[in-house]
Structures are given as structure tokens and as C-alpha cells.
């Protein structure tokens, strides 16, 4: 029963703020923190889900920028919860398609988010451009999702090289975002569902790498993403065992 009155009160939810929002978005479409207060606002439902959110944001981060973010991408549950740690003067990269789903989609693109056609290589390859040229012109920051693909318990999977490119090109730092383990912890008919941590890691500065040695940033910053994902989980297992 609890499961079913979530799940309900989810669907009203995305309905009103997708219409609501639609219209407030049409007011200010496409302005550098619409993304920021449209994925606070999804991200507050974390609360819904029965979870605490801890986000850790250092020192660097808060006071630098432009950067290129990059997360682990777990599941559907992380635009309730990821979403929530989105800064502002920041929009993400997602499929084209994403625009027609009814109330969401409409919100995702007044938001100013980027869209690629993935089934047009020439036009997901012209991203990186666009990308670069909000990042140079704008002073946008820029989400990116490097697995490409959300990993359901796979544990974090191979980073695809667009994001590297782009801060490469651009000449601004990577933030990795790492968010701990939600997989098959988010239980809809269980009223607590226990804490996540969300943790920003320092910038990794890209000036010194080259579309040549593109895999070796990818490699550092995968390596970084990985321990400090398994940190995070043994953290909240000490304090679960401790409770």
C-alpha cells in the first residue's frame, strides 16, 4: 500500500510540476539556472523515496568554474536524488528524445539543457562543439553522465570519451560526482530507506592532457570515481553496523 500511495503521489507530482513549471519556464526559457532550480525542485522528492540526502560539495568546486561534472548514473531513482546536488549556471546533455515525454520533456528543454540526436553520429559528434561553445560563451557548466548508460548494481561502468573531450577542448577542470549505492536499497513499501551520500571530488585539471591522452584522464578520474564510490558505501555501512 505504502509503494502504491508513493507511486501515485509521484505521478501528480511530475504531472503538476510539468505543467506548472512549463509555464513558468516559458517567462525565463532557457536561462543558465533554470536547470538548477527545475532539478532542486525533483530532487526534493528524495524525501518521498523514505532517504537522507548528505551532499558534499568542497571548497574548490563552490568557489571555481566554468566545469565539466561528470556522475555515476545508477538507476530512474536519480533524478529524485542526483538531481538534487545540480549547481547552478549548469545544464546536462541528454537524448533528443527526452523532449516529447509528456510534462517531463517539456521542462528538460526550457531548461536549456543540450540534446542530441544519438541516432545521427555526425550530429552526437557536433555536441562536443555546442558543449565547448557553452562552456566558452556562456560560462556554463556542463552534467554529463559517462557510462552512457544507467548501471543498475553493475557497479561503475566504462566512461565513454565525450565528456573528456569536451573539457578538454574547452580548457576547464572535470568534477567527478560520485553518489553512493542506491541499487535495490530504495524500497518503495519501506518507510526508511536509510541516508545517500552525494560527494563532489576536487577539480582535475585538464590542461595538460591532449586528445592523444585523452584515456589517461579517463582512466584517473574512473580510478577516483570507483574508490571513493566504495568509500562511501563502506561509510554508510559503519554507520548502519553502529546504529
Known amino acids: 500500500m505504502l509503494a502504491v500511495i508513493r507511486i501515485l503521489i509521484l505521478g501528480v507530482f511530475i504531472v503538476l510540476v510539468g505543467i ?13 539556472d533554470n536547470t538548477h532550480v527545475a532539478a532542486r525542485v525533483f530532487g526534493s522528492m528524495h524525501q518521498l523515496l523514505g ?34 546536488s545540480l549547481r547552478k549556471g549548469t545544464v546536462s546533455i541528454g537524448k533528443k528524445s527526452l523532449k516529447w515525454i509528456p510534462f517531463f520533456g517539456q521542462i528538460y528543454w526550457l531548461s536549456g539543457n543540450i540534446l542530441i540526436d544519438r541516432a545521427n553520429s555526425s550530429r552526437a559528434h557536433g555536441t562536443i562543439n555546442t558543449a565547448v561553445k557553452a562552456i566558452n560563451e556562456k560560462q556554463l557548466s556542463i552534467w554529463m553522465f559517462p557510462e552512457g548508460t544507467r548501471s543498475y548494481g553493475r557497479g561503475l561502468l566504462p566512461f565513454k570519451t565525450g565528456a573528456f573531450h569536451t573539457a578538454v577542448q574547452a580548457g576547464v577542470p572535470i568534477v567527478p560526482v560520485c553518489m553512493s549505492s542506491t ?61
Open 20 to 32: 506548472i513549471g512549463s509555464l513558468l519556464l516559458l517567462l525565463r526559457p532557457f536561462h543558465r
Open 183 to 243: 541499487h535495490k536499497k530504495i524500497k518503495l513499501n519501506r518507510w526508511n530507506n536509510g541516508k545517500i551520500i552525494i560527494e563532489m571530488l576536487p577539480p582535475i585539471a585538464t590542461d595538460t592532457y591532449s586528445r592523444e591522452s585523452i584515456r589517461s584522464l579517463i582512466a584517473e578520474t574512473y580510478q577516483l570515481m570507483h574508490d571513493k564510490i566504495e568509500a562511501l558505501d563502506e561509510e554508510l555501512n559503519r554507520e548502519k553496523a553502529a546504529e
Open 51 to 84: 532517504t537522507k540526502l548528505e551532499i558534499r560539495v568542497p571548497a574548490s568546486v563552490q568557489a571555481g568554474g566554468p566545469f565539466v561534472y561528470v556522475a555515476n548514473h545508477q538507476n530512474s531513482w536519480d533524478i529524485f536524488t542526483m538531481s538534487r
